[in-house]
């Protein structure tokens, strides 16, 4: 199950999703737990996104293969299908790939970023529902 949450799948033709319906199916609807969840991937992330950002600024694209690739974790139990996690495969880990270098990429780097800081900070906590 890991393989199929953490590699591409070949030949996905699935629309990105920004909504919690996986992590809330994988959580048995545990509001808590997700707002649990949330909160780590929010931290996680400003600490990847930090040094994603010390990676390109030394142009160091080992480093920001591994940390991409950490990345993917991060975002996981979003679900495969997630908007952030198709991110991280199609444009940080693809586009690097198919680059092979971070020379005269700043400004498309910058922006990836940009765009992750914002779906991240868009993922908002579920109600709390009291029983």
Same mark, same amino acid.
């Given at each position: 199950?890991?393989?199929?949450? $953490?590699?591409?799948?070949?030949?996905? %033709?699935?629309?990105?999703? $920004?909504?919690?319906?996986? @992590?809330?199916?994988?959580?048995? +609807?545990?509001?808590?737990?997700?707002?649990?969840? @949330?909160?780590? *991937? %929010?931290?996680?992330? /400003? %600490? +990847?996104?930090?040094?994603?950002?010390?990676?390109?600024?030394?142009? +160091?694209?080992?480093?920001?293969?591994?940390?991409?690739?950490?990345?993917?974790?991060?975002?996981?139990?979003?679900?495969?299908?997630?908007?952030?996690?198709?991110?991280?495969?199609?444009?940080?880990?693809?586009?690097?790939?198919?680059?092979? $270098?971070?020379?005269? +990429?700043?400004?498309?780097?910058?922006?990836? @970023?940009?765009? *992750?800081?914002? @779906?991240? /900070?868009?993922?908002?906590?579920?109600?709390?529902?009291?029983?």
């Amino acid at each position: 199950m890991l393989a199929i949450m $953490t590699e591409p799948m070949p030949n996905n %033709k699935e629309v990105p999703y $920004t909504s919690l319906h996986y @992590l809330r199916a994988l959580l048995g +609807d545990d509001s808590y737990a997700v707002n649990d969840i @949330l909160r780590e *991937i %929010k931290s996680q992330w /400003k %600490k +990847d996104a930090s040094q994603l950002s010390t990676a390109m600024a030394h142009h +160091d694209i080992n480093e920001m293969k591994r940390l991409l690739h950490r990345v993917k974790s991060t975002f996981s139990p979003l679900g495969p299908g997630h908007v952030l996690y198709h991110m991280i495969l199609g444009k940080g880990e693809a586009f690097l790939e198919k680059r092979g $270098t971070l020379d005269g +990429d700043d400004e498309y780097w910058s922006a990836f @970023l940009e765009n *992750i800081n914002t @779906l991240v /900070k868009d993922l908002k906590p579920e109600p709390v529902t009291r029983p």
